[in-house]
Structure formats: structure tokens, C-alpha cells
């Protein structure tokens, strides 16, 4: 009770704004607190035991309910086909999210890093509003298509997927994805898979065939609910061959048969492995219950693989239930979608080779995460060019406020006070309407613009209380990105960062850059102002963009000039 009182007296008394934080700490703030965090998060060991575990405490009301700001957000529901006012199952406010990991048997690619990052918001978002979270991601570590790439390379499936599997979090620690509260793998749950078909079974909803075990559509009766799908529409065939030994084409393999040079487990039904839906209602049963709050995914997997997880589970247990089914979308590679078949398929680490990670995390979060994304090189220069500006305004903000840390008291003027109000209203509004990034991204406009009036402009010098209105926008700024998960462990270290990157992408060293700004200097002074003028063009053209001042001319990486156009007519 006091420990509540408290929270809800710093509430009051911060008002609109959440607590601001020093200026040297790099943490992921809640709504009215901040909880600390580490900036660049790495991957993290799957607890040995099945313990439910919850990430973080939160701030609850005296009388155990959710935090009132928490009940003004709104999550699409895919089962409903609409909007829904979000309300956990937990009267204290816990959450519980289950999101369907990957299969690792090759480089993770841009639609995982599209999927994850967009629940990686939802993690972050429901810890600001002072939910506890319990985010279980698996590992599907066993599966057809890891044994057909691992007799291709000649490797142990375990050690193939091993591997992959430590790569994608390895590209999910550079893209700042937070490490699930548990992150459970296929292969260690076989127990719980084992058992959960056996109730299947024994509530007449699957049958056995030397070995295999089939659930069948046929006796469950809802079958369809959320994909909107009719029985007879449903396809044989999908990630699975036809059987003719199934009464229905459309039943789908809880458990298969052992076969030669595979994986295999004991099991009542004879030596075999489990099939592919069945392991996400065994593991997020295990780890959330029967029923829990948000089961996520790519908007690919609604059908087959989750309708079926709502089958299994409602089968091995009648009070099973999921409260949102949130969905992403698919992405697009220059108009057309993302596929091997193509040769369009992009991996996470061809991406970050040439762009700084949080490049590509900002370009994802530019769009909606139900809308399809059209992944282009020109838009992802333009996320990259709006990073660069952003982490410039505020390291330039950060070292102007460092030189002067005392205070003269007072009031701050009506146009930082209303600029941060703004920022704050409109960063809660826009993610509590089912995340909408891109408007959140949006909103941190004006106050770097205002921000680069007072560290630049004459007028903006002459303000009074300027570097008190500096370092509340830099903080208010700084706690949008945080949730966002788009703050850097250090302005400089990133801008250094994406310098290098658009050298790479340029095929020039900063030595040669530098030679020709002085070759343009001296140009300058020669009245050779033709000269100067194709200097600028020629790293114009490359992306990097020469700016003149008082101490002289320096460089920063840009949209390339030949790009302009082709991104002007796109927006």
C-alpha cells in the first residue's frame, strides 16, 4: 500500500511528464516513472526452469488495478476485425504475450526483422504504461526444412539450428529487440508436447495412423473462427505433403512417425517428432497458461498455423483462450513481395553491412505494423539521413547543456512548455491507437526543429532559459526513442557509426573525402567556382553532403542526389 501510494504520488506530482532522467543514463521510461535499461541489450540464456516469469515491476493502483492510463489503449484484433479497447486478464495488470518465433535454418531476413521489431514496440509500450510483461518467444528448433538444410550441408540439425538460432539473436540484439522474458525451444518441451496431444486424443479431436497422429478438423466445429476460412476452403499441402490416409485433406500432423536419419523421441504412439503447430499451444500453455492476453505473428501465419494452435489448444483444454490476436504485415522488396523465388530476399545482416541497424528499425517503424511495407534502398537512405539529423540535434543539444549545468529558477517560456506537452500528448495518443508509429516518429519534428532554432539560430541564442528549454526537449525526445527502441548507448558513438556506413556504401574513405573538401577549398580561393561546385556535386551524387561554416567546410552523410527525385515523387 505505501509502496503504491508513492508511485501514485509521483505521478501527481510529475503531471504530464514522465520523470526526466540525468543526462548521461540511457533508459526505457514508463508512464510516470522511468525504469532503467540497457541500451544495447544482448541475448540472453533460456532460463532452466518453467517458472512464469514476469519482466519488470510495475506501478499499480492502490486497489491492484491496472494503471488507468493502460486502459486507453486500443489493439487491433484479428479474430474480431476490429479495433478493441486493451484489458489484461490479470486484475494487477500482468501481461501475457506469446509470439511465434523462427524456424532457424538460414540468416534471419527483413520480414523477421519487421515482425519482431513491431513486437518489440509492444513489449516496450506496455512497460511504459506500467504493465509487468511476461513476452515468451520460441525457437521452432526442430522441423522439416532444418533437417532438409541439414543433410544438404552434411550437420547435425541441432547444431544447424543452433547456430541460426544464435545469429537471430545476434541480429535482434543490433536492431535493440529486448530479450523475451523466456525464449523456450521445441526440443526441450517434448514432454509437454507429448502430453498435450494425449488430451487431444483422449477428447476425440485426433486419431492415430501407424505412428502419425492427426488432429481432426472435422471434430472441432470452430474451426475457421479466425482466418474467416470455411472448411471446404481449406487447402491440403500446406508446409506438409497430402496423406491420403487422413479422413480429412485438412487435417494437419500433431506427431510424426520416426523416419530414417531424422531427429526422434519416445512416445506412446511409437518413435517420432512433434509437427509444426503443435509446439506453440504446448509451450505457451507451459509458460502463460491455458489462457492468456496477446498471441502474436506475421500476418502469414494466421492461416494454417495459428487457426490451428486455437484448435489444438481449445481441444487439449475447453477453457483455453487468447484475448488479442495482433498480426503484422507483409514486406515488400521494391513492389514485390519478399520471396526466395524472386531472388528478392534480403537478409538482416546484408542490411546492416551497409546500414547503421537502427536505420533499418526506423525505416520499419515508418509504417504501420499491420500495413504491407515496401522495402526500397532510397527509403531506407531517408530513415538513415533522418537518424543522422536526429542524433546530431541532440549530441549538439547534450554538449550545449553540459557546459552549464546550474539554474536560474523560474518558470520555463509557453513555447518549450507547450512543444513537450504536445510531444508528450501526441506520442501517447498515436501508440495507444494500436501503435502507429510512424506518427510517433512524426511528432519528434517540432521539437527538433525547435531545438536546432536555440542551438543555432541568432534569435534562438538570445532565448531566455535556453539551455533549461534544451534539456527538457532533449529528454522528452529521448523518451520517445527509448520506447521506440531507436536510443542510442551514445549519440557520438552512432553518428561515428552511421559516418562509416555511408562511406562503405560510397566506396570512399573519409581520407579521400577529405582530400577533395580540400581540393574544393582551394578551388574556392582560386575563384574556380566551377570546380568547387562539381567537387560538392560528385559526393552529392555518393550521399555525402559538404557543409560550410565559420571554421570551415565539414561532411555528413545524405541521400544521394541521384535518389531525390525517386524519393520526392514516392512520399
Not at 508513492?6 to 511528464?17: D, I, K, V
Not at 515488400?332 to 531472388?343: A, F, H, I, P, R
Not at 547503421?356 to 509504417?367: D, E, I
Not at 531566455?464 to 526513442?481: C, D, H, N, P
Request: glycine share 6%.
Amino acid at each position: 500500500m505505501a509502496a503504491a501510494a508513492a508511485s501514485a504520488a509521483r505521478r501527481a506530482a510529475t503531471g504530464l511528464f514522465p520523470l526526466l532522467l540525468s543526462s548521461h543514463s540511457r533508459a526505457l521510461p514508463r508512464h510516470g516513472d522511468l525504469l532503467a535499461l540497457p541500451s544495447l541489450v544482448r541475448p540472453r540464456r533460456l532460463p532452466s526452469h518453467p517458472a512464469k516469469l514476469f519482466f519488470c515491476s510495475a506501478a499499480a493502483s492502490s486497489n491492484g488495478a491496472a494503471p488507468e492510463k493502460a486502459r486507453d489503449m486500443h489493439l487491433y484484433n484479428t479474430r474480431s476485425r476490429r479495433r478493441e479497447p486493451f484489458r489484461p486478464r490479470a486484475p494487477g495488470g500482468e501481461v501475457g504475450m506469446y509470439v511465434c518465433g523462427v524456424t532457424p535454418y538460414d540468416d534471419s531476413h527483413i520480414g523477421h526483422a519487421r515482425a519482431y521489431v513491431a513486437f518489440d514496440v509492444l513489449f516496450r509500450y506496455l512497460r511504459y504504461l506500467d504493465y509487468e510483461v511476461c513476452y515468451v518467444r520460441n525457437f521452432t528448433d526442430i522441423d522439416d526444412k532444418i533437417i532438409a538444410r541439414a543433410n544438404q550441408l552434411g550437420e547435425d540439425p541441432f547444431s544447424l539450428s543452433k547456430r541460426y538460432s544464435d545469429d537471430f539473436l545476434s541480429d535482434m540484439a543490433h536492431l535493440q529487440c529486448l530479450p523475451p522474458s523466456v525464449e523456450p525451444r521445441v526440443s526441450d518441451h517434448i514432454d509437454q508436447i507429448v502430453t498435450m496431444i494425449k488430451q487431444i486424443i483422449d477428447n476425440g479431436c485426433a486419431y492415430v495412423v501407424s505412428g502419425d497422429v492427426y488432429f481432426s478438423v472435422d471434430n472441432f466445429p470452430e474451426y475457421g473462427k479466425l482466418s474467416g476460412r470455411k472448411l471446404d476452403d481449406n487447402r491440403a499441402g500446406e508446409r506438409v505433403a497430402v496423406d491420403e490416409r487422413k479422413k480429412n485433406p485438412a487435417d494437419f500432423a500433431l506427431w510424426k512417425a520416426a523416419k530414417d536419419g531424422e531427429p526422434w523421441w519416445d512416445s506412446p504412439w511409437g518413435p517420432g517428432r512433434p509437427g509444426w503447430h503443435i509446439e506453440c499451444s504446448a509451450m505457451s500453455a507451459q509458460y502463460l497458461g491455458n489462457s492468456f492476453d496477446i498471441h502474436g505473428g506475421g500476418e502469414d501465419l494466421i492461416f494454417p498455423h495459428h487457426e490451428n494452435e486455437i484448435a489444438q489448444s481449445r481441444a487439449a483444454c475447453c477453457d483455453s483462450s487468447i484475448n488479442y490476436w495482433v498480426h503484422n504485415g507483409f514486406v515488400n522488396v521494391n513492389g514485390q513481395k519478399m520471396s526466395k523465388s524472386l531472388g528478392n530476399f534480403i537478409t538482416i545482416r546484408k542490411v546492416i553491412e551497409l546500414y547503421h541497424p537502427l536505420a533499418l528499425r526506423m525505416f520499419l517503424l515508418g509504417t504501420h505494423y499491420r500495413s504491407p511495407i515496401n522495402y526500397t534502398v532510397e527509403q531506407l537512405n531517408v530513415a538513415s539521413d533522418r537518424l543522422y539529423y536526429t542524433y546530431q540535434t541532440l549530441r549538439d543539444c547534450e554538449e550545449s547543456t553540459q557546459q552549464d549545468q546550474s539554474s536560474s529558477g523560474g518558470s520555463l517560456p509557453f513555447t518549450t512548455t507547450h512543444c513537450v506537452e504536445k510531444l508528450h500528448g501526441d506520442f501517447e495518443t498515436s501508440m495507444s491507437d494500436d501503435l502507429h508509429t510512424s506518427v510517433a516518429l512524426a511528432a519528434i519534428s517540432e521539437p527538433l526543429k525547435v531545438m536546432n532554432d536555440l542551438l543555432h539560430t541568432r534569435k534562438g541564442k538570445k532565448q531566455e532559459k535556453r539551455l533549461e528549454s534544451l534539456a527538457v526537449l532533449e529528454e522528452k525526445v529521448r523518451m520517445v526513442l527509448s520506447v521506440l527502441g531507436l536510443m542510442p548507448s551514445s549519440y557520438h558513438e552512432a553518428l561515428q557509426q552511421l559516418r562509416e556506413k555511408a562511406l562503405r556504401r560510397a566506396c570512399v574513405t573519409e581520407e579521400q573525402v577529405l582530400q577533395k573538401i580540400e581540393e574544393r577549398t582551394a578551388a574556392r580561393k582560386a575563384k574556380q567556382f566551377g570546380r568547387s561546385d562539381e567537387i560538392r556535386d560528385e559526393l552529392a551524387a555518393l550521399g555525402i553532403a559538404l557543409m560550410d561554416g565559420p571554421d570551415g567546410t565539414a561532411w555528413r552523410p545524405s541521400v544521394p542526389s541521384s535518389q531525390q527525385a525517386v524519393v520526392t515523387s514516392s512520399t
